[in-house]
Nanobody, 126 residues
Framework: QVQLVESGGGSVQAGGSLRLSCVAS????????MGWFRQAPGKEREWVAA????????YYAASVKGRFAISQNNAENTVYLQMNSLKPEDTALYYC???????????????????WGQGTQVTVSS
């Protein structure tokens, strides 16, 4: 099965930056999506961003638009999440996920993603 491994999490002060990485054992060949989700203590898992593997179109949740940027290196089966201007409310366990299905646009619902990593912790202090 597809395995995803996240890295790059850590603890930073408000206004700081972090770059998360996700390496996949297999990358969607065509019309698939790679996504980032997060889950904060006491809250449900929420979608953060996604990227279309065939062409690189990107999608963002309103809460992170303008601050976060998702990118990919298809040749190395890797997805990144650059996080700038971090806020305390960004504190969460961040997961990457893979949707190898045939898509025309990326889905924001967790059930659409078949494979998940184990997460990397991001903590932002005020």
């Amino acid at each position: 099965q597809v395995q995803l491994v996240e890295s790059g999490g850590g603890s930073v002060q408000a206004g700081g930056s972090l770059r998360l990485s996700c390496v996949a054992s297999e990358y969607p060949f065509r019309r698939g999506c790679m996504g980032w989700f997060r889950q904060a203590p006491g809250k449900e898992r929420e979608w953060v961003a996604a990227i279309y593997t065939d062409g690189g179109s990107t999608y963002y949740a309103a809460s992170v638009k303008g601050r976060f940027a998702i990118s990919q290196n298809n040749a190395e089966n890797t997805v990144y999440l650059q996080m700038n201007s971090l806020k305390p409310e960004d504190t969460a366990l961040y997961y990457c996920a893979s949707d190898p299905g045939s898509r025309t646009t990326c889905n924001w619902l967790p059930w659409a993603y078949n494979y998940w990593g184990q997460g990397t912790q991001v903590t932002v202090s005020s």
